[in-house]
């Protein structure tokens, strides 16, 4: 078996006015490596205990994943970590921030070769910490859902914009909020 030849795969020629064309047929699956870059912006998010407003933040995903491609569809099953750095001031002007972390898996769904809409949603286990001492560190479900633009000016690389919705059930105060960024993904 170990000497035995690799699987031969065909390639397409097509001869257009004495031209010759070749397309090489792309693998079915691929692994994707993914960064995002975003800015928060907290929505509906209380007063806690202490005067503490919730006001903005940014904050970084890594992603991982297995892309699946059919001619005009991507699928890609993933899981990764998220980090967002939420600002809170009290009411005498005390810093007081919010780390939200979380561990998700989900799925992305792309339409297209080049320019490739799509949207996303992913549910796992995301924890809050802060610096307020009337704000316990909490933990519990996690969610998120939303949409992107891919840009593939080459086969193994997509980068552009995304907008999402994010919600961490960490009681008694739940943050939730929008985030816009950039992303790129690289597969092998």
Avoid: C
Avoid at 17 to 44: H, K, M, N, Q, T
Avoid at 52 to 65: E, Q
Avoid at 142 to 149: K, V
């Amino acid at each position: 078996m170990w000497a035995s030849p690799a699987v031969a795969r065909a390639d397409r020629v097509y001869i257009v006015r004495e031209r010759y064309y070749v397309e090489r047929d792309e693998p079915r699956s691929s692994l994707a490596l993914g960064f995002d870059l975003e800015g928060s912006i907290p929505v509906d998010v209380p007063r806690s205990f202490t005067g503490n407003d919730v006001r903005g933040g940014g904050g970084f995903k890594l992603r991982i994943g297995d892309q699946i491609r059919w001619p005009r569809l991507w699928m890609t099953p993933e899981g990764g970590y998220a980090y967002n750095h939420l600002f809170a001031t009290d009411d005498v002007g005390h810093a007081n921030a919010w780390d939200v972390h979380r561990l998700f898996g989900g799925l992305r769904v792309g339409f297209g070769r080049f320019v490739v809409p799509g949207f996303y949603a992913h549910v796992g286990y995301g924890w809050r910490d802060t610096g307020d001492p009337a704000v316990r560190r909490a933990s519990g479900l996690a969610f998120d859902a939303g949409g992107f633009i891919d840009f593939h000016l080459i086969p193994q690389l997509g980068f552009g914009p995304h907008v999402e919705y994010v919600m961490v059930d960490a009681q008694p105060f739940t943050p939730h909020w929008v985030a816009i960024g950039a992303h790129a993904d690289i597969h092998f």
